[in-house]
T-cell receptor, first 115, second 113 residues
Framework: AQKVTQAQTEISVVEKEDVTLDCVYETRDTTYYLFWYKQPPSGELVFLIRRNSFDEQNEISGRYSWNFQKSTSSFNFTITASQVVDSAVYFC????????????FGSGTRLLVRP | ETGVTQSPTHLIKTRGQQVTLRCSSQSGHNTVSWYQQALGQGPQFIFQYYREEENGRGNFPPRFSGLQFPNYSSELNVNALELDDSALYLCACGEGAAKNIQYFGAGTRLSVL
């Protein structure tokens, strides 16, 4: 079975703190893709990053960084020096193979950054 | 700004009624997928359309149906509405498989009373 688990339902931090959002996935496929999306109160899902299963290099984009570890089936997301504008619900998602047409989402982590 | 527009933004219906939700993409992406997001949960895949044909379907009953038009805009139709159909409905536009970046609209919030 394919599944994405985001065990942290809600996280609250004070501005400028670092915060890590956890994502654990399950699949037996060898080719798959992992995503992070941000959902602000407006509702639309904003794409943040995509990773394929053959690329375990960590990635940094400004204050955002991602740690992909196949050994633990995890794809964690860290925000450094958090800001109030980072407050949103964050979703981790999985798609299987090269021709799959659907994204499998986790249940999301609500991040609240307090001033 | 993803360039994906959904209408209406909010809708209230009563049980048993039918509803049509709409989605369009400024970029002309050739696939459109629909997702249902219940409160406090992640989006669940309903189906995808590619070149005006249903290309894949999630675990949703046949009363959920859709259309894709030649200009790649799309409709989601739900018949015989049930209370559990209350949710945010999101459409995602992209090119080909889900491994490619899918651009989401802001959704239609449907309330079934």
């Amino acid at each position: 079975a394919q599944k994405v688990t985001q065990a942290q339902t809600e996280i609250s931090v004070v501005e400028k703190e670092d915060v890590t959002l956890d994502c654990v996935y399950e699949t037996r496929d060898t080719t798959y893709y992992l995503f992070w999306y941000k959902q602000p109160p407006s509702g639309e899902l904003v794409f943040l990053i995509r990773r394929n299963s053959f690329d375990e290099q960590n990635e940094i984009s400004g204050r955002y960084s991602w740690n992909f570890q196949k050994s633990t089936s995890s794809f964690n997301f860290t925000i450094t020096a958090s800001q109030v504008v980072d407050s949103a619900v964050y979703f981790c998602a999985l798609s299987l193979g090269d021709s799959s047409y659907k994204l499998i989402f986790g249940s999301g982590t609500r991040l609240l950054v307090r001033p | 700004e993803t360039g994906v527009t959904q209408s209406p933004t909010h809708l209230i219906k009563t049980r048993g009624q039918q509803v049509t939700l709409r989605c369009s993409s400024q970029s002309g992406h050739n696939t459109v997928s629909w997702y249902q997001q219940a409160l406090g949960q992640g989006p669940q895949f309903i189906f995808q359309y590619y070149r005006e044909e249903e290309n894949g379907r999630g675990n949703f009953p046949p009363r959920f149906s859709g259309l894709q038009f030649p200009n790649y805009s799309s409709e989601l139709n739900v018949n015989a509405l049930e209370l559990d159909d209350s949710a945010l409905y999101l459409c995602a536009c992209g090119e080909g498989a889900a491994k490619n970046i899918q651009y989401f609209g802001a959704g239609t919030r449907l309330s079934v009373l």
